[in-house]
């Protein structure tokens, strides 16, 4: 019955949608019936910000609210440029401004803000110190890490880089008398209308902002109905559509990342290999080199994935303003690459640009090129 309770309203929308649904009806149930058999528990399909699949299984009910684990961290990535927008940082500023005790240190010294968002300050991960059991300030636990690599010469993910931007926030906040989970939340979250049931935190009160949100599916979707508008919310922009561009460009030694943020924009490179990103982050040591990687050959190309542990994934699609949240459980087989060659079998991938017709016409409303995730104990 809960099934049908979902499945109905796709009748009642088809003809609404008929005109302009670009995945295929097979796509979505064949990729539905993938999910099921590979630890997912739930799978929303919308487009144009209208729902035209919802369903809920293996025993996951869907007001539900799951653990998003890494796909915590895109939100900070928005966060991070609504804040650039306000001045209250550049991306490009070094962090040692704003944290003295980084000046004396010859590595830490020259990273730019911009470096902790892509994971390519060469900043230690940080496992250890932000999720094992302690009393200390996490954030100032962050600052404390080593420099043990280059910047930009090795892509090292883990929650360390997010600690350290979020100690930079609370220091520029001071003079507006707010925090940043207090910014976040009246930037993103209560104009999304989302609700978060639980942060995970430090005991001083620090939220993680590498993995720490519960939300349900509903709620994730409006934060991908968002970003796939551009950033416009209900008639009201909540960051520039130049703004969140930024999120949105990888770096030579990693072009699926940006900030916060898995891209699909090397896809087409003669080079490109698909990489499954859940497995490649649970192997020890983790690769540092992610050079020509792409999430999927088969998906467009302004693709873009929130990513988190156990297939929490939320793809992004601004070209055919697709938004897709999939949750999932523990287990070890689900694989983006077979989901999204599924998902896109048959369909009308729009523009390769990610250009709309509004966007030729006005040369400039969507973003063309639009993650975080693991766990660790």
């Not at 994971?119 to 302690?134: A, D, K, P, V």
């Not at 609700?195 to 993995?211: F, L, T, Y």
């Not at 897709?324 to 640009?353: T, Y």
Request: with cysteine.
């Amino acid at each position: 019955m809960l099934r049908l309770r979902f499945l109905v309203p796709l009748f009642v929308f088809g003809s609404i949608l008929s005109c302009s649904a670009q995945l295929t009806s097979d796509a979505i149930a064949a990729a539905r019936a993938y999910s099921g058999k590979h630890s997912g528990v739930g799978m929303i399909v919308a487009e144009a910000g209208v729902i035209r699949y919802e369903d809920y299984y293996n025993g996951h009910k869907g007001k539900e609210p799951l653990h998003i684990y890494s796909g915590t961290k895109s939100f900070f990535g928005v966060l991070a440029v609504i804040a650039e927008e306000e001045g209250i940082l550049k991306l490009d500023d070094l962090v040692a401004e704003t944290l003295p005790e980084w000046r004396d240190d010859p590595r830490k010294k020259l990273i730019p803000i911009r470096e902790l968002l892509n994971f390519t300050s060469g900043l230690e991960t940080g496992f250890e110190q932000i999720y094992g059991r302690t009393t200390a300030d996490k954030l100032l636990l962050g600052v404390g890490l080593k420099a043990t690599r280059e910047r930009g010469a090795t892509f090292l993910y883990g929650p360390g880089n997010l600690q350290v931007f979020c100690e930079v926030l609370r220091r520029k906040l001071v003079k507006r008398g707010t925090t940043y989970e207090r910014y976040l939340r009246h930037k993103l979250i209560d104009p999304l209308g989302i609700s978060i049931s639980e942060w995970r935190a430090d005991s001083h009160g620090n939220v993680i902002p590498s993995a720490g949100m519960y939300m349900n599916a509903r709620d994730w979707l409006s934060f991908g109905n968002m970003v796939v508008a551009g950033g416009t919310w209900k008639g009201r922009q909540l960051v520039e559509t130049d703004s969140l561009r930024k999120c949105f460009t990888g770096t030579s030694i990693n072009p699926a990342f940006g900030l916060c943020f898995w891209l699909n924009g090397h896809r087409d490179d003669p080079k490109a290999r698909e990489v499954d990103v859940e497995l490649l982050l649970d192997r020890e040591p983790m690769p540092e080199d992610w050079s020509h990687s792409c999430l999927s050959k088969s998906a467009p190309k302004d693709l873009v994935c929130s990513l988190g542990s156990n297939f929490q994934r939320l793809y992004l699609v601004p070209s055919m303003q697709l938004t897709v949240v999939h949750q999932g459980k523990k287990g070890d087989n689900f694989r983006d690459a077979e989901f999204l060659a599924i998902l896109f079998q048959g369909a009308n991938l729009g523009d390769p640009s990610g250009a709309t017709s509004a966007e030729k016409k006005k040369n400039s409303t969507l973003p063309r090129l639009f993650e975080g995730f693991r766990k660790r104990p």
